[in-house]
């Protein structure tokens, strides 16, 4: 059995298909005080630090319009648009921070202007305030085949309920091994974790199967015992963007390539 650890906490239900969701006023979120950084998901026990061009596409989602209060993470896929988790989906999501390998820390910020949860599954379609040049995720128009090799990244806790996010982006590898469903019982890009294993904090991070993006990070086994020093029997669901191209391109303009 795999026990996910993606924290739902007060999910809304999807709106009509296409329809956005304002993104929040600045002052929705104070700028000091103890915050919730929205629904948890997943990261990096284990794994390497890398540089921001190992996934320059990779980008943080915060819960404060400085970009500092970081909940989860995303990719990237146009200028405007960026796409992350569902559960990850709040009022609060004020911001994303983009090209920098470090947490809560250089780039640049973008406010949201609108939010898109997707009424099949673990996604979130994110509008930027304005628009962001730099390199961004393709879309890869299959499910990846059992087997296949594919990496994970994101800036999340270190170790099973440790609270420390990591403050240089971490890079894990994985082996995908057949479909499952995300948190929301989308289908899912089921993965083995094998060089590190993703915990909370990073929800929405990218799953990349051959250069191409796949997947949605949204649920991940418990770690067992704090960390081991492999990964066998671990497990992680993404939601399978494949499942989701039409409705991606029709809300953002953005094709699978």
């Not at 990261?43 to 319009?65: K, L, T």
């Not at 894990?172 to 993965?191: E, F, I, N, P, Y």
């Amino acid at each position: 059995m795999i026990f996910a650890v993606a924290l739902l906490l007060g999910l809304p239900s999807a709106p009509a298909f296409g329809s956005p969701v304002p993104g929040p006023p600045a002052s929705t979120f104070p700028a000091s005080g103890p915050q919730d950084p929205g629904p948890a998901a997943t990261d990096i026990a284990g794994g390497e630090a890398v540089a921001i061009s190992d996934a320059p596409f990779a980008v943080q989602i915060a819960y404060d319009a400085a970009g500092a209060r970081v909940g989860c993470a995303g990719s990237q896929i146009s200028a405007e648009w960026v796409i992350a988790a569902r559960h990850c989906d709040s009022a609060r999501l004020q911001s994303v921070r983009l090209g920098t390998p470090y947490l809560g820390v250089g780039g640049t910020v973008r406010t949201v202007a609108a939010r898109y949860p997707s009424p099949a599954g673990d996604v979130l379609l994110l509008k930027l305030s304005a628009p962001h040049a730099g390199q961004y995720a393709s879309l890869s128009r299959n499910f990846p085949a059992r087997g296949s090799a594919g990496r994970v990244f994101g800036w999340g806790d270190q170790a099973e309920g440790s609270g420390a996010m990591s403050f240089q982006i971490k890079a894990a590898g994985v082996t995908v091994s057949g479909q499952g469903s995300d948190a929301v019982g989308g289908l899912s890009v089921r993965t083995q974790s094998r060089t590190g294993h993703p915990l909370s904090g990073d929800s929405g991070g990218p799953l990349v199967v051959a250069g191409k993006l796949v997947g949605v990070l949204s649920t991940s086994s418990v770690l067992p015992g704090g960390n081991p020093s492999g990964f066998a029997g671990l497990y992680n669901d993404h939601a399978a963007l494949s499942r989701h191209l039409g409705w991606i391109a029709v809300i953002t303009g953005v094709a699978p390539s």
